[in-house]
């Protein structure tokens, strides 16, 4: 759970990183940053600031902030009636991401996923992306991500996005952030 004020704090920051990687955001657009903390209160080390741009019926485009160290969750995009899951590309536009999917693991990884959620971050094989490089992942297909030591934003294109029915590994993980009170 997060206050409204650190959510506040949290999307200067974003917006801080987006700009940072040549990007500029209005000050509404700052406002419409989700920070996502996927239900566990470990912000810095479990989430990331998404600006979402467009996300219809056949496409999507979103930037992603991420602070450093910083991991997202491994999950996947399922089949929803009759869209077979998303389709989604990543392209560092800032700093550095290593990506982790199926496939033969890394003997030496440069990123190791947080150790308090034993069996949540099954795919192991890595891929490090820089400023320019993109990789694109199939529907239904497990990923997991964590930023460099700089931290690092990453536009998205996909098909359409519905979050709301990702798949995470760890059941207790929640996509959606709980606010609370300032008190």
């Given at each position: 759970?997060?206050?409204?004020?650190?959510?506040?704090?949290?999307?200067?920051?974003?917006?801080?990183?987006?700009?940072?990687?040549?990007?500029?955001?209005?000050?509404?657009?700052?406002?419409?940053?989700?920070?996502?903390?996927?239900?566990?209160?470990?912000?810095?080390?479990?989430?990331?600031?998404?600006?979402?741009?467009?996300?219809?019926?056949?496409?999507?485009?979103?930037?992603?902030?991420?602070?450093?160290?910083?991991?997202?969750?491994?999950?996947?995009?399922?089949?929803?009636?009759?869209?077979?899951?998303?389709?989604?590309?990543?392209?560092?536009?800032?700093?550095?991401?290593?990506l982790y999917v199926p496939g033969p693991a890394a003997a030496a990884?440069?990123?190791?996923?947080?150790?308090?959620?034993?069996?949540?971050?099954?795919?192991?094989?890595?891929?490090?992306?820089?400023?320019?490089?993109?990789?694109?992942?199939?529907?239904?297909?497990?990923?997991?991500?964590?930023?460099?030591?700089?931290?690092?934003?990453?536009?998205?294109?996909?098909?359409?996005?519905?979050?709301?029915?990702?798949?995470?590994?760890?059941?207790?993980?929640?996509?959606?952030?709980?606010?609370?009170?300032?008190?």
């Amino acid at each position: 759970m997060m206050s409204q004020s650190e959510i506040d704090q949290r999307q200067q920051e974003a917006s801080a990183m987006f700009a940072r990687a040549g990007l500029f955001f209005k000050q509404q657009e700052q406002a419409d940053i989700e920070i996502a903390d996927f239900g566990f209160s470990q912000f810095e080390r479990l989430g990331l600031g998404v600006y979402v741009y467009v996300n219809t019926d056949r496409c999507c485009a979103k930037e992603l902030a991420m602070w450093p160290g910083q991991t997202c969750p491994e999950h996947r995009h399922p089949p929803v009636r009759d869209d077979p899951g998303k389709e989604e590309t990543f392209r560092v536009r800032w700093g550095r991401m290593w990506l982790y999917v199926p496939g033969p693991a890394a003997a030496a990884p440069h990123c190791q996923p947080p150790t308090d959620h034993p069996g949540a971050f099954t795919v192991r094989h890595e891929i490090e992306l820089n400023p320019g490089d993109q990789y694109t992942i199939q529907p239904n297909t497990l990923h997991w991500f964590q930023a460099g030591p700089q931290g690092c934003v990453v536009s998205e294109f996909s098909t359409r996005s519905t979050d709301e029915h990702d798949i995470f590994t760890d059941p207790a993980l929640q996509r959606a952030t709980r606010v609370s009170s300032d008190g």
